[in-house]
């Protein structure tokens, strides 16, 4: 069982760019494939991207390759999202959760880019 705590959402001017980092606790996070999900407003939930528990892949959505990148921290049990090049429509309210997503939803950190 995981429990999830995402962390380092906040307002940005378009253009600028944030860093979200997911704490977990709980046993086996390493070997966990991670990955990073947002939910705007009125929308429905998308993948964002995914990083595999060596850390040595990652794969993004379209929306967001060559902006974002995943990393994550086997020892300390985090992973982190790091986002540049922020557009408005990167706003919304990002998870992260094992992929396939499983029961281990947490709060969620809200991105607000404005234009």
């Known amino acids: 069982q995981l429990q999830l705590v995402e962390s380092g959402g906040g307002m940005v001017q378009a253009g600028g760019s944030l860093r979200l980092s997911c704490a977990a606790s709980?046993?086996?996070?390493?070997?966990?494939?991670m990955g990073w999900f947002r939910q705007a407003p009125g929308k429905e939930r998308e993948f964002v991207g995914v990083?595999?528990?060596?850390?040595?892949?990652?794969y993004f959505a379209d929306s967001v390759k060559g902006r974002f990148t995943i990393s994550r921290d086997n020892a300390k049990n985090t992973v982190a999202l790091q986002m540049t090049s922020l557009k408005p429509e990167d706003t919304a309210v990002y998870y992260c959760?094992?992929?396939?997503?499983?029961?281990?939803w947490g709060q969620g950190t809200q991105v607000t880019v404005s234009s």
């Open positions: 990083i595999a528990w060596s850390g040595g892949a990652t």
């Open positions: 959760n094992t992929v396939p997503w499983g029961d281990y």
């Open positions: 709980g046993r086996a996070f390493s070997s966990y494939t």
